[in-house]
């Protein structure tokens, strides 16, 4: 298994990929949903209580074109029949268009909109404190990953191997997320620091054998000691993947959208991970050993 003398296809393997988010985030950029962008909120009287809001959520993406459209139970209203709606951003006549189409669906009053309770708008002003906490949380926790790899391991190469492909694996999240416009909400931030923690256990485990491998080759056959590793640890490392990715997969077929939008990054980002940690993680401690402790 000559993963490291074939180093170079790996690492075209993922600048295609992020190649490809490039050009999607330029072509069409991220699909903001409303916690970022801003929007509006309805407060609807549906005078039912609706146990099942697929069909409510089909008419307001098409009345809307809102891909992602929430929808949540009004609590201490008094009444079990209240519903918060919430969609990007719509003009005054497009609120009420909106209102006409759920209107007509659940018979609702369309002569004086009497059921619609309330309309507001939503502030964006979230979007940047969830950016800034997504940028610090992943920052921190990738520092903390370098140092403590760094100090276990006694050897900044390992540090650095571990935490370029952790960038890597976040890279390619991000790509996905602007290729498939996949919603970026709260859930993006829950998504990025799972797939670190799990990506960072399969390379460790990698590493570990790489340290205990090396008493046993000579200083200039670290390319051998990468490949046997990654051979030693390969049945492991993905039948580690493949239980998760059972259950991710699941999710995603038998989940709701909003599941589902969460589901697909992660699947993405545990291929990503188990990738990175057998043929990105290895290829770069190897460079870096070479060129650091030359």
């Known amino acids: ?37 801003g929007g509006t909120m309805l407060q609807i009287d549906m005078h039912t209580v609706l146990e099942d809001t697929e069909e409510l959520e089909a008419v307001i993406q098409e009345a809307t074109g809102d891909s992602n459209p929430q929808i949540q139970a009004v609590s201490g209203s008094g009444s079990e029949t209240q519903f918060s709606i919430k969609v990007t951003e719509q003009s005054p006549d497009q609120i009420d268009a909106l209102y006409q189409a759920i209107a007509q669906a659940y018979n609702l009053d369309t002569e004086t909109n009497a059921d619609l309770i309330q309309t507001s708008s939503i502030s964006p002003t979230i979007s940047s404190e969830m950016q800034r906490s997504a940028i610090l949380s992943t920052a921190i926790a990738g520092v903390l990953i370098l140092l403590y790899i760094t100090f276990r391991f006694r050897d900044i190469c390992f540090g650095l191997g571990a935490l370029i492909p952790l960038i890597h694996d976040v890279l390619i999240v991000v790509a996905v997320y602007t290729i498939f416009q996949i919603p970026l909400n709260n859930t993006f931030i829950v998504a990025i620091l799972t797939i670190v923690g799990y990506s960072i256990n399969n390379t460790i485990v990698v590493f570990d054998r790489i340290r205990e491998n090396r008493k046993f080759y000579k200083k200039s056959e670290l390319a051998s000691v990468a490949d046997v590793s990654i051979k030693q640890t390969l049945g492991r490392s993905l039948a580690t993947s493949f239980t998760t990715i059972i259950t991710v997969f699941l999710l995603f077929i038998l989940g709701v959208q909003s599941l589902q939008w969460f589901a697909l990054p992660l699947l993405v980002g545990i291929l990503a991970g188990t990738y990175s940690s057998l043929f990105i993680a290895s290829p770069i401690w190897y460079l870096l050993e070479r060129k650091i402790h030359r």
């Open 1 to 37: 298994m000559k993963v490291i003398e074939r180093r170079n296809i790996w690492f075209a393997i993922s600048l295609i990929v992020f190649a490809a988010g490039v050009i999607s985030f330029i072509v069409q950029g991220f699909n903001f949903d409303i916690e970022f962008a």
